[in-house]
């Protein structure tokens, strides 16, 4: 039976990041993924380009752009592993990258230089890795080759049976199942009983069922700026950010922000014109224009939306010149407060990330390991810490991964 330092399950973001650190430390580490394909979700991410990172995350407050049962707990792990340091290794292996907006970093090239670094940082470690290879069990032995009351974990692999002191699980989440997302670090996590916070797709386009959406369907395509909030009071969540319409119901980025805030039931409200003061600008017009409402509204918005909008009442189906004070003031009110409430979302096979996972009341913030259950890490998304659109996520795995990695204890440290 082989053995190593450290087995780590799951050959994406955070878990290519954890074996080369690892490694490069000088652990002896075997990196295990069940898909054909190497990083399948950093490939695809950013239309391509990977927006690996993002300069305006704030490590001091993580609950600016991070959600979860305690945004507080990814805090130690993102100061010590921040955006500047990501960059450095990028600009190490010399990609070039741009900001794009709001501090989001993209690849110039491709995502593939992204997943060629990973993989050129994993050899510079030494890492072994075994890919397509599946798990088909873990045990844990309390009593070990390791002269270490730690115990270790044996697995048995399709290569296999292998063993080793810590086992990393770095699996990823429910999201984009076509890509190989699947349970299996959840499942873990429930083997050795430790508490999961409940799932749900995150950053996810949401869908508006029925004869109701039909009017909007028709705009499938249009993409425009909007604030977009959802929650009351203290619970209250908005970006300013671009919508886009679907035949089934919004996406674009302001909805894939919203979504990780959205509760099941919940209205979500919209202006469709943040940028203008429209009860003012269609007086204006009224004033001095002899178009039809749509006409000028298109001014404002649109012409499509204009379009569509202006069909939902007879009194804006007419020049602006004839409409009462008070159809204007309707039309301006429901422009920029569209309230409506979703009646679900795309599910798993359209979100970029999973919410929830594993609670982090029972990992050390400091190494990611469990404190119930000695040697077992978890790193990256499939814990309950879930990042804005725009990089966090990403950030969040290589910081978790870092923090993991410096923590992993050396063979001739062992006990």
């Not at 970093?105 to 060629?116: H, N, P, W, Y």
């Not at 940028?275 to 001014?299: H, M």
């Not at 979302?345 to 259950?373: F, I, N």
Request: include cysteine; aromatic fraction near 8%.
């Amino acid at each position: 039976m082989q053995s190593f330092d450290a087995i780590i399950i799951g050959a994406g973001a955070a878990g290519l990041f954890c074996a080369a650190q690892a490694g490069q430390r000088g652990l002896k580490v075997l990196l295990i993924d069940h898909a054909e394909k190497v990083a399948e979700k950093i490939r695809i991410s950013g239309g391509g380009r990977c927006n690996f990172t993002n300069r305006d995350l704030d490590a001091a407050a993580p609950h600016k752009h991070f959600v979860g049962q305690n945004p507080q707990f990814c805090r130690s792990a993102l100061s010590r592993y921040t955006p500047a340091d990501f960059i450095a290794l990028v600009q190490k292996h010399g990609i070039a990258f741009h900001e794009k907006h709001k501090g989001q970093l993209f690849a110039d090239r491709s995502a593939e230089d992204i997943i060629a670094m990973l993989l050129a940082e994993c050899a510079a470690g030494g890492v072994t890795h075994w890919q397509p290879c599946g798990v088909k069990n873990i045990v844990f032995l309390a009593s070990s080759a390791y002269p270490s009351s730690a115990g270790s974990y044996q697995i048995d692999t399709d290569r296999g049976p292998v063993v080793a002191r810590s086992l990393v699980i770095a699996t990823g989440g429910l999201s984009i199942p076509k890509i190989g997302a699947t349970d299996f670090g959840y499942r873990l996590a429930q083997q050795f009983n430790i508490p999961l916070i409940e799932r749900r797709p995150g950053l996810v386009p949401m869908t508006f069922d029925g004869a109701g959406w039909a009017p909007y369907a028709q705009l499938s395509g249009l993409a425009l700026p909007v604030q977009i909030s959802t929650g009351a009071k203290k619970a209250r969540m908005a970006f300013d950010e671009d919508l886009l319409f679907t035949h089934r119901g919004l996406s674009g980025p302001a909805v894939l922000q919203i979504s990780s805030y959205w509760q099941e039931g919940a209205p979500l409200t919209i202006n469709l014109a943040p940028t203008v003061d429209l009860s003012v600008a269609l007086a204006q017009g009224k004033a001095r224009s002899k178009k039809l409402i749509a006409n000028e509204l298109a001014a404002l918005v649109p012409s499509r939306l204009a379009d569509a909008w202006a069909q939902r009442e007879v009194d804006w189906q007419r020049p602006i010149a004839e409409a009462s004070d008070k159809a204007l003031a309707r039309l301006a009110e429901q422009l920029a407060r569209w309230e409506l409430t979703p009646t679900g979302t795309e599910g798993y096979k359209k979100a970029e990330v999973t919410l929830g996972g594993v609670d982090t009341r029972v990992l050390s913030q400091q190494t990611m390991e469990c404190k119930t259950q000695p040697g077992l890490y978890f790193i990256g998304e499939v814990v309950d810490v879930t990042g804005w659109l725009g990089g966090y996520n990403f950030q969040w795995a290589w910081a978790s991964a870092f923090a993991c990695a410096q923590a992993l204890p050396l063979a001739e440290t062992a006990g």
